[in-house]
C-alpha cells in the first residue's frame, strides 16, 4: 500500500501554501488539509464521459483534503480559481497518522473514486486492488472492506452530486 502525506511532497507540491486541521464540529470529527496552488500550468483530466476535460492543478486552484474519523476514505476536492468544484478524488484508505514532523499521511489501500460536478462516477485502480489482494499484500478482510468502502463512496457521495458539493463548501 502506499503512503501519501497531505502537503503532497512527493508530487512537487511541497513548496505551496499548506495548512492542516482536526475538526471536532457538527459538520466533520477528523482531518483537513488545505494546499494553495499559487502558480503552475494548468493540468486537465480528459477521461470522463459527461464534464470532459476538467482542470485538476494550476495557478490559484485549491486542494481540500477531508479525512472523516468514521470512514476509511481521504475525500480530494479541487476547486477552481473562482472557487467551484472541479472534480472529486477520494482514496480508500487503510489508516491515517502524523509523521514526525506533524504532516498527516494516509495509507492508501488502491481503490480510487473520481467524480464530477456534471455527474461522472469513475472507479480507478481496481487492477491494482485486485493485484495486491492476489500478491497476498491484503487480506481478504482488507480486500473486502476495500471493495465495500468504494461501494459506500460511489453511493453516498455519487447519488446526490449537488449535496456533496455543498458539504465540500
Known amino acids: 500500500m502506499k503512503r501519501k502525506r ?25 482531518w483537513t488539509a488545505i494546499n494553495y496552488l499559487t502558480d503552475g500550468e494548468t493540468r486537465y483530466w480528459d477521461f470522463f464521459e459527461k464534464a470532459g476535460s476538467v482542470p485538476v492543478c494550476g495557478k490559484d486552484m485549491i486542494w ?26 477520494i482514496d480508500v484508505i487503510e489508516e491515517t497518522g502524523i509523521d514526525e514532523d506533524g504532516v498527516v499521511y ?20 481496481r487492477d491494482e486492488l485486485d493485484a495486491a489482494y492476489a500478491s497476498g499484500e491484503l487480506s481478504k478482510c482488507q480486500y473486502e472492506s ?14 446526490d452530486i449537488r449535496a456533496t458539493e455543498n458539504w465540500c463548501r
Open 6 to 30: 497531505l502537503d503532497r511532497d512527493a508530487w512537487g507540491f511541497q513548496y505551496f501554501p499548506y495548512h492542516q486541521i482536526y475538526m471536532d464540529n457538527e459538520l466533520l470529527k477528523g
Open 64 to 89: 481540500l483534503t477531508v479525512i472523516p474519523d468514521n470512514a476509511s476514505r481521504a475525500v480530494s476536492i479541487f476547486f477552481l480559481p473562482d472557487r467551484s468544484v472541479s472534480a472529486w478524488y
Open 106 to 125: 494516509f495509507i492508501d489501500k488502491y481503490l480510487d473514486i473520481l467524480m464530477t460536478p456534471e455527474g461522472d462516477v469513475l472507479v480507478q485502480d
Open 146 to 159: 476495500a471493495l465495500n468502502e468504494g461501494e459506500c463512496i460511489a453511493e453516498e457521495f455519487g447519488k
